[in-house]
């Protein structure tokens, strides 16, 4: 899809990385592995193309945002790089998450001029 729409391959490795980090959360931490990734091409006037990617699953939630968007924070074990990672590999990122009922990650990238 970003290659279709012209985006170089910094952005795609970008793209690549962060839904990548998404799907391993949304297969790590929703009980039944379930969720979704949307992903759609927003061309906007006066606004840059970019590629928005929606990561939605059912998992338990995130109780600390702030702790979880830090780097090595994990509740797993893990590295703790994925989520800030794709914070920062982002142009845009958004996250809503409630305690028992699933996290909802927005980000996109924008195509370079």
Do not use: C, W
Request: net charge negative.
């Amino acid at each position: 899809m970003a290659k279709r729409q012209g985006f170089d391959t910094h952005q795609i490795s970008k793209l690549a990385t962060a839904v990548s980090e998404l799907a391993t959360n949304i297969h790590k931490y929703s009980s039944d592995h379930g969720g979704d990734i949307l992903a759609k091409v927003e061309n906007k006037p006066d606004q840059p193309l970019k590629i928005a990617i929606q990561a939605r699953d059912n998992g338990p939630g995130i109780t600390n945002l702030e702790e979880a968007l830090l780097d090595h924070y994990s509740s797993s074990g893990t590295l703790g790089l994925g989520l800030p990672g794709v914070k920062r590999i982002s142009d845009e990122f958004h996250i809503v998450t409630k305690p028992g009922e699933g996290t909802i990650v927005s980000i996109s990238i924008h195509q370079s001029l």
